[in-house]
């Protein structure tokens, strides 16, 4: 297994390629019941056919923590190149309502990420 990045800002996020070749990215942050329905989502959307990392393992305890594993898709933008047209944003959008999962057939994604994180004192 081999180490091919290392990131994070809610999580800790490690890209690794295995023994088998396949390219994994798992992430690892504190337990908390959303992750459950972040994954659902994830694998339903994925399913569909919307270009996202297809998830391999869910929220699974990792000490006092969980990990979740994914797909590792290297390249691509972060932004399309719009030129600053809302188009391309407002297509991406639509594309991405019309491929998920309705509320009621998902776990609680609730609460928000960011509602979990403490504001800095400064």
Known sequence: MAELFRA???SAVVGL???????????VREPAERLQG???VQRRLFESGF???EPFVGPTPLGDYVA???????GGSLLPDSGRAAAPFAEALAALI?????HPDVPSLAPAAMDCVEPRRG
């Open 8 to 10: 994070g800002h809610l």
């Open 17 to 27: 390629r295995l023994v088998d070749g396949r390219e994994v990215v798992v992430k």
């Open 38 to 40: 972040c994954f659902e």
């Open 51 to 53: 270009r996202c990392p």
């Open 68 to 74: 979740t594993a994914e797909r590792h898709v290297p």
């Open 98 to 102: 019309a491929a998920a999962p309705s």
